[in-house]
């Protein structure tokens, strides 16, 4: 009975490690799949992400924010990529001087 009691209990830690290398295995997947479709140009590992919000200014820029990070796009702005997901997103780095720099940014259609 008691060795009978010591394999379940292998058997259920056992079980219980593989549960919690799978599931983190999902969750890296799953956050790998959210940045496969940025340009290598663009995305330096974390440079690129889906904006927090987004401000029309009555000059025309946007006022772009994500990931705490703040950036004035100008209105006339040639530069924009198409989002496949349709939202906006951007690709910011701060600089050492603690400006932020703009790389890339994406939208939707009629954003």
Do not use: K
Request: aromatic fraction near 6%; glycine fraction near 8%.
């Amino acid at each position: 009975m008691r060795l009978r009691c010591t394999a379940r209990l292998c058997c259920t830690a056992l079980l219980a490690v593989l549960l919690a290398v799978l599931a983190g295995a999902v969750v890296q997947r799953s956050q790998a799949l959210a940045h496969d479709w940025y340009p290598l140009e663009c995305c330096a590992d974390r440079d690129c992400a889906p904006a927090d919000s987004v401000v029309r200014r009555d000059d025309g820029s946007y006022l772009v924010t994500s990931r705490g990070m703040s950036v004035a796009i100008p209105g006339d702005y040639r530069n924009w990529r198409q989002a496949p997901d349709g939202r906006m997103h951007v690709c910011l780095r701060q600089l050492r001087s603690g400006s932020v720099y703009l790389i890339c940014a994406f939208r939707g259609p009629g954003v």
